[in-house]
């Protein structure tokens, strides 16, 4: 027995892959036979998830890449060969544990990590799931999504608090978010896990973050001079994150 949302949703995702360009609200709730609120809902959800793009057009909506990479054996494998040379370059260079995450929906997963030689570590293990805005990793990633789509993910989460704490932690996230995309990474120093401290990038493809990088660091091996070293790696090697589909080469 199909549940009934997912038919829906998949109805919407097979109009686009039909028609084969972008479509309004009105089309898609036309084609699909469905009222425009179910479908309004629908491309929201889908839209937050990475499978639908912006199409240039304010109200329109187009498949994004996402789709394409789950027939190549799963995302993970697309995003790992193209961070692959950049993880391995901030491991060798500060030897420090380095993680891949993507972000699915207000959650960022761990997809891939390059662990440190060093005794003293913090490891997460592929798979495992944070909010994003706990950690510089999805802080880093939700920085630089497009407005709309950044406030409706702050809403989530932020919907989840004691609603006398809403308003305060919604301003602290939105500024955090502002000051992470100004500075060109993400901070985050024991605020996710005591003892450990992150710096964050996101990784870009097609122009909207796909997924983020961070450097995982135990905050005894964290003076300044290292921190600052670190800060200015990652906001140079962000610089060139917007690559496409080629793999990341520091430089």
């Known amino acids: 027995m199909s549940i009934a949302v997912l038919d829906k949703a998949f109805s919407i995702l097979e109009v686009l892959a039909r028609t084969g360009r972008a479509l309004s609200l009105a089309e898609l709730a036309e084609e699909s036979r469905l009222p425009k609120p179910t479908v309004h809902r629908i ?14 057009v304010r109200g329109s909506y187009v498949l994004s890449d996402r789709l394409a990479s789950l027939r190549e054996h799963g995302r993970d494998a697309m995003l790992r060969t193209k961070a692959h040379d950049l993880m391995t370059t901030l491991n060798r260079e500060f030897d420090e544990t380095v993680n891949l995450g993507v972000l699915e929906g207000v959650y960022v997963r761990y997809a891939h990590v390059v662990e440190t030689a060093q ?54 996230l939105e500024e955090e978010l502002a000051a992470t995309r100004d500075r060109g990474c ?65 430089g």
């Open 43 to 56: 491309l929201r959800s889908l839209r937050d998830l990475g499978y639908l793009g912006d199409a240039g």
């Open 186 to 250: 993400a901070l985050e120093e024991e605020e996710t896990v005591a003892g450990v401290a992150c710096v964050a990038i996101p990784l870009t493809s097609q122009q909207e973050p796909l997924a983020g990088i961070s450097v995982s660091v135990p905050v005894n091996r964290f003076p300044a001079a290292r921190r600052k070293a670190l800060i200015a790696a990652m906001r140079r090697w962000g610089a060139q994150a917007d690559d496409g589909d080629r793999p990341l080469r520091a």
């Open 119 to 172: 005794p003293l570590r913090w490891i997460v293990k592929p798979g495992a799931r944070d909010l994003f805005h706990t950690t510089a990793l999805g802080r880093a990633i939700v920085a630089n999504l497009p407005p709309e789509q950044q406030a409706r993910l702050v809403t989530k989460v932020c919907a989840a608090l004691p609603t006398r704490n809403r308003k305060a932690a919604r301003q602290r």
